[in-house]
């Protein structure tokens, strides 16, 4: 857990403690998880599921945010997307693979395997850069 999820946890617990006093946060991690475990041993997927689960205690009313809490996973998938290289060269991946470039029509499962394909393609290029690098340096004329 980063330090910035530590943060999130533990504001979101105060908003659950001030709608529900008696709230007790080992019995919604059971209720989220299934089982319980600390928080500092979240999965990123047990902490969006949690997060939801606080939601739901802390604004009942307000399904938006427990639903954009449970759409974490897609939106963080997408974001390590984004970063890996341009919009461009991610569509041309994608039409080659799926014949398509939307990010929506993926499953979770095909975003993951997006995001390793574009990783796997970011190490080759930085190796190539590297070694370029290397040889310009050993080679002044």
């Known amino acids: ?46 902490f969006d599921r949690v997060l939801a689960a606080f939601a739901a205690v802390a604004r009942p009313d307000d399904l938006e945010a427990q639903l954009r809490q449970l759409e974490q996973p897609r939106r963080r998938m997408e974001w390590a997307i ?16 799926w014949g398509h470039a939307d990010l929506a029509q993926l499953t979770l499962e095909e975003l993951g395997e997006l995001r390793m394909t574009l990783a796997r393609a970011s190490r080759r290029t930085a190796r190539r850069a590297a070694a370029m690098a290397n040889t310009e340096a050993a080679d002044p004329f």
């Open 1 to 46: 857990m980063t330090p910035k999820q530590n943060a999130l946890y533990w504001r979101s617990w105060a908003g659950v403690r001030a709608a529900c006093p008696g709230a007790d946060r080992h019995d919604l991690h059971r209720k989220a998880l299934g089982h319980d475990c600390g928080h500092a041993d979240f999965t990123n997927e047990d």
């Open 82 to 97: 984004a970063q890996l290289c341009a919009p461009h060269y991610r569509a041309a991946v994608m039409m080659d693979r």
